[in-house]
């Protein structure tokens, strides 16, 4: 059974930080790729940060040098470390999994359970 297990959300005042963790099982953690997308209310989800199996690392034009993916193979688990964070950055943020054989075939894609961070004053 796969999970990914979110945690870290939580209330935070503007030019704070926070650090996510995405705690997977039930997968080879290291042959997958890692994403962080965000939900703010009445929105749609948006990719925040990915990063490869291989390590390389993209982020959205709004996060840009302020937050940093990363990921532990040892200890099965992304992280997502958000610095001088705004109230715009209020979100359930998810963490998901991806693995591809192949650019035409079906991905084999997770989600977790989403937790929620929440920048104000």
């Known amino acids: 059974q796969v999970q990914l297990v979110e945690s870290g959300g939580g209330l935070v005042q503007p030019g704070g930080s926070l650090r996510l963790s995405c705690a997977a099982s039930?997968?080879?953690?290291?042959?997958?790729?890692m994403h962080w997308y965000r939900q703010a209310p009445g929105k749609q989800r948006e990719l925040a940060a990915a990063?490869?199996?291989?390590?390389?690392?993209n982020y959205a034009d709004s996060v840009k040098g302020r937050f940093t993916i990363s990921r532990d193979n040892a200890k099965n688990t992304a992280y997502l470390q958000m610095n001088t964070l705004k109230p715009e950055d209020t979100a359930v943020y998810y963490c998901n999994a991806r693995w591809q054989l192949r650019p035409q075939t079906t991905p084999m894609d997770y989600w977790g359970q989403g937790t929620q961070v929440t920048v104000s004053s």
């Open positions: 039930g997968i080879l953690f290291r042959i997958y790729d």
């Open positions: 990063i490869t199996m291989g390590g390389n690392v």
